[in-house]
Nanobody, 115 residues
Framework: VQLVESGGGLVQPGGSLRLSCEASGFTFRTFDMSWYRQAPGKEREFVAT????????GYADSVKGRFTISRDNAKNTVYLQMSSLKPEDTAVYYC?????????WGQGTQVTVSS
């Protein structure tokens, strides 16, 4: 099983980034996929989620209206489109796959929002 995040980097406030998480080793379409983030000195927090079958989405209040999660089951990939980025969005972003009782995490990708 492997989850590989990509797309992180340095961006100015107000800018945009798209994160990708490519999965392998499990039946991707049956897993709920989520993004979490962890800022320095803080606990890991939920960002967004998308279900495996219907594709329903949910967001943390702090990113609602600015971030969009999507998935491409043909490519075994989940995306996080981030817009109107703020310095407080700076964190390592992690991809998670879950279908009880299985749960997998990626290694994370750094997003830094700074001028």
């Amino acid at each position: 099983v492997q989850l590989v995040e990509s797309g992180g980097g340095l961006v100015q406030p107000g800018g945009s980034l798209r994160l990708s998480c490519e999965a392998s080793g499990f039946t991707f379409r049956t897993f709920d996929m989520s993004w979490y983030r962890q800022a320095p000195g803080k606990e890991r927090e939920f960002v967004a989620t998308i279900t495996g079958t219907i594709g329903s989405t949910g967001y943390a209040d702090s990113v609602k209206g600015r971030f969009t999660i999507s998935r491409d089951n043909a490519k075994n990939t989940v995306y996080l489109q981030m817009s109107s980025l703020k310095p407080e969005d700076t964190a390592v972003y992690y991809c998670r796959a879950r279908s009880w009782p299985s749960e997998y995490w990626g290694q994370g990708t750094q997003v830094t929002v700074s001028s």
